[in-house]
């Protein structure tokens, strides 16, 4: 009686916990690296957005909303918080794989004893943890930006969308990495 499975057939049959708490770990290690690069700058680039459409619109520019007028400020910082998360999410899934097969190692993805199921997960909740870093940043920086308001009507809402929408552009990421 052989202590091995036969070829082919998974040894671990749940879910490798391990495996996946490691690989969400080494995405998160690897853009948090250049955290400069992943969270500060797509940070700052957002926030020249928001001066250059404040600037551009007039300060006192307002936005009809609902019945009432918002200023031009309050009514797009939403917006481009939203826009800062998900192209950081998108980037984050599609460059991990996409960057492994450039370099070669792709093989740091495709050896360990990880399901598709797995490997999908990992690359995509360290992704939406960079989304959520970048939109973190973000909120707080427009919080502290004279003359935009970023208050949160329903918070929790705020978090679903934020979270299905990251979830939704780290799948796509993965998908154009495959694809590329």
Known sequence: ISK??????????QVNWGGLRTLYVKEVKRFFKVQLQTVWAPAVTTLLYLVIFTVALGARAAVPVGGTTR??????APGLIVMGMMTNAFANSSFSLLVGKMQGTIVDYLMPPLSTSELLAGLTLAAVTRAFLVGGALWVAMLLWP??????????AVLWFGLMGALLLSFLGVLTSIWA
């Open 4 to 13: 091995f499975s036969p070829p082919g057939e998974p040894v671990i049959r």
């Open 71 to 76: 200023p031009f400020a309050d009514f797009i």
């Open 147 to 156: 003359g935009v308001h970023v208050g949160m009507a329903n918070p929790l």
